[in-house]
């Protein structure tokens, strides 16, 4: 493989300049700002603590994919992506299944063949174009919703709310490509937006669930 080779993935690039994507580029300051805020609100959480700084990595990751745009690039935007996922998958697990780490990690792992299966049904839907690889994290949070809707609730409208946000995200990500034409500069950018703004919310909603009051003895 290439690694230096050049990528041109979206709308608002022209060229293989380094400010190309200048909206694309700097929006992934919505990533770091999500992260500071999170940060100072998850004081003694560790699994908290530890997907912030994922977080702030998703952006810096972006950044230099919409700056170099190469293949090794490439691969320092997805990878913190799917860092968080999983350590989110992780600490969800834990909190919200209340699961040993064992448990929670071999839980965690079953999204590798859930998400093979789930990216190849999307696949099928064409219009989904590269996009068809996040549908199936969309799908789950909303499983996850609908499974603790009688448990906890409150987490259960949290996590809905996030597969929502993720769904209209996705739809901007989907269509930045066929609307080009009309809008040059793309819609890539409120990928970059709503993101940060959804994997924020994502840890707010495990944070909630830590200090929700614990329940009381049966009457």
């Keep these: 493989m290439d690694w230096m080779a050049q990528v041109d993935a979206y709308c608002e690039r022209t060229d293989f300049t380094h400010w190309s994507e200048p909206v694309n580029a700097l929006t992934n300051a ?13 004081a003694g959480l560790a699994l908290g603590r530890a997907l912030c700084v994922v977080l702030a990595a998703i952006g810096l990751g972006s950044f230099l994919f919409h700056t170099r745009a190469t293949v090794w690039a490439a691969a320092a935007d997805v990878l913190p992506i799917l860092g968080f996922i999983l350590l989110y998958l992780y600490a969800a697990n834990r909190a919200f299944w209340g699961l040993g780490a ?8 079953l999204f ?8 190849r049904a999307f696949g099928q839907l064409s219009w989904l174009g590269s996009s068809a690889g996040y549908a199936p994290v ?9 499974l603790l809707a009688g448990r906890a609730p409150a987490t259960a409208r949290g996590l809905a709310l996030g597969g929502g946000m ?6 901007f990500r989907t269509f930045d490509e066929p609307l080009c034409p009309a809008w040059p500069i793309g819609t890539h950018f409120l990928w970059h937006l709503l993101n940060g703004a959804l994997l924020g919310w994502m840890i707010e909603v495990y944070r909630r669930h830590h200090a929700r009051p614990a329940p009381g003895p049966a009457a």
């Design 30 to 42: 919505a990533f770091l700002v999500a992260a500071a805020v999170m940060w100072r609100r998850t």
């Design 102 to 109: 064992w448990p929670a990690l071999g839980l965690t792992a």
């Design 138 to 146: 969309a799908l789950l949070i909303l499983v996850y919703a609908a």
């Design 112 to 119: 590798f063949p859930y998400a093979a299966a789930a990216g």
């Design 166 to 171: 993720l769904i209209v995200s996705l739809t």
